[in-house]
């Protein structure tokens, strides 16, 4: 169950999101679902706070633990109905990851580059996090 804060008539939930860089830093860690593309990561539970979120989504959705994340930043994802705060995180991965989603059918990991990210169909506020905090070589 989604964390959902009520704010007088208007709702909105808290999300965490994860730009995960290779460890060479020339790739980013995105997630393909069957119609978009987006970022490891999701919704806070009940009582979790957005680190133990951000890592438990990781672990779900792509099988992996990333011990280096840093919260950077925080937007808000309108697309949908209702409102979401993201909050962003950066990490890089270790040198010899696997990838395991739970979900392969349905969504799965992809190393991209920063060449590739502008023809991908993903949120904007997504795009902009993963080109802002890309490390430098």
Do not use: C
Not at 13 to 29: E, R
Not at 50 to 57: G, K, L, T, W
Not at 61 to 76: C, M, P, Q, S, Y
Request: proline share 5%; charged share 30%; hydrophobic share 35%.
């Amino acid at each position: 169950m989604a964390f959902n804060w009520n704010v007088g008539y208007d709702a909105f939930t808290v999300s965490t999101k994860a730009a995960i860089y290779s460890a060479d830093l020339k790739t980013v860690l995105i997630m393909r679902y069957p119609r978009r593309s987006g970022l490891p990561g999701g919704h806070l539970e009940v009582g979790e706070t957005p680190d133990q979120a951000i890592n438990r989504e990781i672990m779900e959705e792509l099988g992996i633990e990333v011990d280096n994340l840093k919260r950077t930043d925080f937007f808000l994802r309108n697309d949908k109905p209702g409102t979401s705060v993201i909050l962003a995180y950066v990490g890089i991965a270790h040198d010899k990851i696997e990838l395991r989603p739970s979900h392969p059918k349905y969504e799965f990991g992809e190393w991209v580059t920063r060449d590739e990210i502008s023809e991908i169909d993903m949120n904007k506020g997504y795009k902009q996090l993963i080109l802002k905090n890309w490390p430098k070589i």
